[in-house]
Each structure stands twice: as C-alpha cells, then as structure tokens.
T-cell receptor, first 115, second 117 residues
Framework: EPEVTQTPSHQVTQMGQEVILRCVPISNHLYFYWYRQILGQKVEFLVSFYNNEISEKSEIFDDQFSVERPDGSNFTLKIRSTKLEDSAMYFC?????????????FGEGSWLTVV | AQKITQTQPGMFVQEKEAVTLDCTYDTSDPSYGLFWYKQPSSGEMIFLIYQGSYDQQNATEGRYSLNFQKARKSANLVISASQLGDSAMYFCAMREGFPNQGGKLIFGQGTELSVKP
C-alpha cells in the first residue's frame, strides 16, 4: 500500500535553530498538508499546498514557517528559528485530486523537541 | 466556522464487544466529508473510514462503520468485535467542500479507547 514517508522520525534542536522536516507524499497525490500535534492535544492544521503554492494556512503558520516542494517528490516544512512551544509531532499528509480525493493519508510523523 | 466535538475523553470496552465513539460536527457548508483516524501509542495517524455529506449509505470498512445522522450532525464510529489492538486514540475530523477542493481537516479532541481482555 502506498504511504507517506517522513524524516526524521525524531529531532532534538536548540532553541533558535532552524529545522527542516521532510516528507515524500504518495506519488499520484497533488494536495499536500502539514499538521502538528502538541503532546496530549488535538491535531492542528498548519498549511496546505497545491500546484506549487500555498492554498491555505492557519494562524499558527506565521513568518517563521515555510514550505517548499524542491523537486518532484519531496515536500518540506522549515521552521526558521525554533521556540520551545514548537515542540510537537509534525505530520505530513497528502490526498488525490478529483472526487476520489476523499482519503487523506498521513505520514508517521516527526517528533520535534526544542530544548 | 466548522467545529468537531468528541465528548468522550476515554472509553472502555470488553474484548469482542462492539463500541460506539461519538462525534458531532457543525458546518454551514452543504458539502463536507467526515473522517475517522486511529492513533496508537506509537503516534502515527491511521485512516479508518470516510463519509461524504451526499453519501446515501453509511460507510463501512471491515469492522468499522460510520453511523451518519445528517439531521443531527453526528458521525459516530462503531467498532464491532473489539480487539486488544484497537486500544488507541481515535480522532474524528471534518473537511468542508468537495474532495477535489483539497480543504483542510479540522479535528476533534479525540477519544481514548481501551479494550479489556
């Protein structure tokens, strides 16, 4: 079964450092998303990406965040200057276009710990 | 504004019994989709089942079924014949608009299900 893959699975970083989280969406999917889940809380939407541009972003997705699709397969989330409150699980997700795009698949997540 | 409510923070069920996890939603968009995900202790988000707002039949996927009551704005997940491996956090989520519009998911707070042997 095709899957969304994320790297790294876990990263510890110093406050103020830049972090890049990487994702390889399912190959025929064209919508990509990043979500985050602070420990013990619900999953929150960060940003959606379609046709090489951001289609929607949440209030959480401020200037310290950016997304990029640098090649035909990878989709990255960059956090420019990490804060303690950025510690969370970050999920990448993807879905097809068309009316069959009713399944949104998530990767296994990247745990980010900011110290 | 769209909203998802899961009122059961935790549930217990005996192995082999059925269990219903509640989810209510609120939206003004006539087109929307409802999703259920399972999150085991390892952390990944596993897609379980989907119901579109225009679907006439309740969705089923193996032991999972979705009890969709549109007038009451509820989309409860029913797990039949519970197994120990079903112990996990379960999230209900909603996306407004048609599937080809790629809208974001809004999640509920989750229900932690524990299956007793």
């Amino acid at each position: 079964e095709p899957e969304v893959t994320q790297t790294p699975s876990h990263q510890v970083t110093q406050m103020g450092q830049e972090v890049i989280l990487r994702c390889v969406p399912i190959s025929n999917h064209l919508y990509f998303y990043w979500y985050r889940q602070i420990l013990g809380q619900k999953v929150e939407f960060l940003v959606s990406f379609y046709n090489n541009e951001i289609s929607e972003k949440s209030e959480i997705f401020d200037d310290q965040f950016s997304v990029e699709r640098p090649d035909g397969s990878n989709f990255t989330l960059k956090i420019r200057s990490t804060k303690l409150e950025d510690s969370a699980m970050y999920f990448c997700a993807s879905s097809e276009t068309g009316l069959s795009g009713n399944t949104i698949y998530f990767g296994e997540g990247s745990w980010l710990t900011v110290v | 504004a769209q909203k998802i409510t899961q009122t059961q923070p935790g549930m217990f069920v005996q192995e082999k019994e059925a269990v219903t996890l509640d989810c209510t939603y609120d939206t003004s968009d006539p087109s929307y989709g409802l999703f259920w995900y399972k999150q085991p202790s390892s952390g990944e988000m596993i897609f379980l089942i989907y119901q579109g707002s225009y679907d006439q039949q309740n969705a089923t996927e193996g032991r999972y079924s979705l009890n969709f009551q549109k007038a009451r704005k509820s989309a409860n997940l029913v797990i039949s014949a519970s197994q120990l491996g079903d112990s996990a956090m379960y999230f209900c989520a909603m996306r407004e608009g048609f599937p080809n519009q790629g809208g974001k998911l809004i999640f509920g707070q989750g229900t932690e299900l524990s299956v007793k042997p």
